[in-house]
């Protein structure tokens, strides 16, 4: 059975102050890994996706790497508006046809003035 | 570009009424559709899927169903609710084989 887990479940940080989110998956072969943003009461936004180990994507303030057991999204100089909980899924090799997706839990992250 | 609407954005129905969430998908045809539902404290559980008119998948038993009738149409309905309907329902599309987006959910409560 497919498993994502985050870590931690919630994060406090100063505005400023890099950190990162680990997502670690179980998985019986990767077609790729998503990271998602989500505000409270919304759907969750698309950040990236990765497909191999050793892949890195960028976006902002935003760094997400794969290795072939987790990912990390990395948050440099976070600000107040990155403050949201962040989301990670796996899609496996099987299941052609569809998109099934499986998420972890999440790690929301508060980013203080 | 595409876009996804989803409707209502609020729902507060009693124990055993009948539920309809409606999907439409703009701007792209043939779409892969999805109803995921999330519940405090636990991650995106995969509902329904779709991947063509008429053609549901179900991931999970229960009390939901769920219909295609048009291409870029996707409903979610239950003849009676249950108390442990409540949460959070989102649509969600994808071209087939690529990311999945999603819409801005609807908050269903049972009471």
């Known amino acids: 059975e497919d498993q994502v887990t985050q870590s931690p479940e919630a994060l406090r940080l100063q505005e400023g102050e890099s950190s990162s989110l680990n997502c670690s998956y179980t998985v019986s072969g990767l077609r790729g890994l998503f990271w998602y943003r989500q505000d409270p009461g919304k759907g969750p936004e698309f950040l990236f996706t990765?497909?191999?180990a050793g892949e890195e994507k960028e976006k902002e303030r935003l760094k997400a790497t794969l290795t072939k057991k987790e990912s990390f999204l990395h948050i440099t100089a976070p600000k107040p508006e990155d403050s949201a909980t962040y989301l990670c899924a796996v899609l496996p090799l099987r299941g052609a046809g569809s998109y099934q997706l499986t998420f972890g839990k999440g790690t929301k992250l508060s980013v203080i003035p | 570009s595409q876009t996804i609407h989803q409707w209502p954005a609020t729902l507060v129905q009693p124990v055993g009424s009948p539920l309809s969430l409606e999907c439409t998908v703009e701007g792209t045809s043939n779409p892969n559709l999805y109803w995921y539902r999330q519940a405090a404290g636990r991650g995106l559980q995969l509902l329904f899927y779709s991947v063509g008119i008429g053609q549901i998948s179900s991931e999970v038993p229960q009390n939901l169903s769920a219909s295609r009738p048009q291409d870029r149409q996707f409903i979610l309905s239950s003849k009676k609710l249950l108390l442990s309907d409540s949460g959070f329902y989102l649509c969600?599309?994808?071209?087939?084989?690529?990311?999945?987006?999603f819409g801005e959910g609807s908050w269903l409560t049972v009471v």
């Open positions: 990765l497909y191999s």
């Open positions: 969600a599309w994808s071209p087939a084989g690529n990311t999945i987006y």
